[in-house]
């Protein structure tokens, strides 16, 4: 049974760098062709991609972020961690991080498991 | 502004079909990338409901369908019931410079 749980501040100040954990179970990161990924969701908005690393620590980053987040994993202790810095209120959001791997039977890739959310507040 | 474009909005009686349109460009879905949907409850994550294309994750029941052509995807709910009411989400992946995963700006189901 996979789950994932995301961690960290629920308010930060503008300017501040926030760092988020998610800590999975069920799953190996070190696996060949798993990844975990970060989305955001402001309030009653859209689902914005963040950030993705694989089993083989290949990482990705939103090109609008690049410069702000980054990604990184701990096999051994089923985390991985998001650093987002220069925090502003529009990042006002619920962050997720969720599983990605390839279907058993069918080998279709997708985004199959996600976390409960954790939403930071950006506020002096 | 999402890369995936999805009508805001859309609604329908208990019982009726609707549908919901999901469309990318070539560097996306047009490229051959598979797309996903995803629905969120109220207050709750994102769950996988059709996976590369038109298949269901076990327990999503039949009366949720995808289908995939050229540049657009679409969702079909049939037999609309009151717990559908949901926002839907399309995603799929995209090779410019746009990002990696892209979703769609997401649609929200009114059962009347």
């Known amino acids: 049974q996979i789950t994932l749980k995301e961690s960290g501040p629920t308010l930060v100040k503008p300017t501040e760098t926030l760092t988020l954990t998610c800590t999975f179970s069920?799953?190996?990161?070190?696996?060949?062709?798993?990844?975990v990924g970060w989305i955001r969701q402001p309030p009653g908005k859209a689902l914005e991609w963040l950030a993705l690393?694989?089993?083989?620590?290949?990482?990705r980053y939103s090109p609008s972020l690049k410069n702000r987040v980054t990604i990184t994993k701990d096999s051994s202790k089923n985390q991985v961690v998001l650093r987002m810095t220069n925090m502003d209120p529009v990042d006002t959001a619920t962050y997720y991080c969720?599983?990605?791997?390839?279907?058993?039977?069918?080998?279709?890739?997708?985004?199959?498991?996600w976390g409960q959310g954790t939403l930071v507040t950006v506020s002096s | 502004q999402s890369v995936l474009t999805q009508p805001p909005s859309v609604s329908g009686a208990p019982g009726q079909r609707v549908t919901i349109s999901c469309t990318g460009s070539?560097?996306?879905?047009?490229?051959?990338?598979?797309v996903h949907w995803y629905q969120q409850l109220p207050g709750t994550a994102p769950k996988l409901l059709i996976f590369?294309?038109?298949n269901r994750p076990s327990g999503v029941p039949d009366r949720f369908s995808g289908s995939k052509s050229g540049t657009s995807a679409s969702l079909a709910i049939s037999g609309l019931q009151a717990e559908d009411e949901a926002a839907y989400y399309c995603?799929?992946?995209?090779?410019?410079?746009?990002?990696?995963?892209?979703f769609g700006g997401g649609t929200k189901l009114t059962v009347l």
């Open positions: 969720a599983h990605e791997d390839n279907d058993v039977l069918t080998g279709y890739r997708s985004i199959d498991y």
């Open positions: 069920g799953f190996s990161l070190s696996t060949s062709g798993v990844a």
């Open positions: 690393i694989y089993g083989d620590d290949d990482k």
């Open positions: 070539s560097s996306n879905i047009g490229a051959g990338y598979d």
């Open positions: 590369g294309n038109s």
């Open positions: 995603q799929s992946y995209d090779t410019s410079l746009r990002g990696l995963w892209v």
